[in-house]
T-cell receptor
Framework: GESVGLHLPTLSVQEGDNSIINCAYS??????FIWYKQESGKGPQFIID?????DKRQGQRVTVLLNKTVKHLSLQIAATQPGDSAVYFC?????????????FGTGTRLLVSP | DTEVTQTPKHLVMGMTNKKSLKCEQH?????MYWYKQKAKKPPELMFV???????INESVPSRFSPECPNSSLLNLHLHALQPEDSALYLC??????????FGQGTRLTVV
């Protein structure tokens, strides 16, 4: 079936480094993508989104890149901080249904050392 | 108010019990969702309500029964659950074609 997957299950970085978390998706009909951050014992927290008519979107310290040719999504976090330690999920919405039928990737754990 | 509030935060129930999970949002979102998340796994969609009507049921067993009493409330009624149903149950809401906001979840343990 269609799926969204991540290449790296765990990413360890030093405080101040830039982090890049990758995600591959397989549903070419997906038109909306979201990155979520989930801390232990909490629900997913929205970080940034991007629509399929864009290839880059920037937020505060975060950038999402979308490459539709190779069906690849990445999340870049600048100057990573210990508070960024969490599991990061990419999610796709496979079609314009008016609501979010999100399919989540497997997740990447980001560990930031002081 | 940008929160999705879920109660209770933790729930332990026996296999013969009936319990309900509750979710509330006051952001004017007309789509509400239930997701199930097992440990170290991504959330998996269970149900979608759009304008208070059930739009998607992802082949969820009938021991899980959703209810949307009004545009701000979403319930999940539980009956005769199995130990393998133990998980974090997440509620979310969204406007049309925008990001979904998640609650903190209810940690359910079935004994």
């Amino acid at each position: 079936g269609e799926s969204v997957g991540l290449h790296l299950p765990t990413l360890s970085v030093q405080e101040g480094d830039n982090s890049i978390i990758n995600c591959a998706y397989s549903n070419s009909a997906s038109d909306y993508f979201i990155w979520y951050k989930q801390e232990s014992g909490k629900g997913p927290q929205f970080i940034i989104d991007i629509r399929s008519n864009m290839d880059k979107r920037q937020g505060q310290r975060v950038t999402v890149l979308l490459n539709k040719t190779v069906k690849h999504l990445s999340l870049q976090i600048a100057a990573t901080q210990p508070g960024d330690s969490a599991v990061y999920f990419c999610a796709e919405n496979p079609g314009n249904t008016g609501f979010q039928k999100l399919v989540f990737g497997t997740g990447t754990r980001l560990l930031v050392s002081p | 108010d940008t929160e999705v509030t879920q109660t209770p935060k933790h729930l332990v129930m026996g296999m013969t019990n009936k319990k309900s999970l509750k979710c509330e949002q006051h952001m004017g979102h007309r789509a509400m969702y239930w997701y199930k998340q097992k440990a170290k796994k991504p959330p998996e969609l269970m149900f979608v309500y759009s304008y208070e009507k059930l739009s998607i049921n992802e082949s969820v067993p009938s021991r899980f029964s959703p209810e949307c009493p009004n545009s701000s409330l979403l319930n999940l009624h539980l009956h005769a659950l199995q130990p393998e149903d133990s998980a974090l149950y997440l509620c979310a809401s969204s406007r049309e074609n925008t990001e979904a906001f998640f609650g903190q979840g209810t940690r359910l343990t079935v004994v």
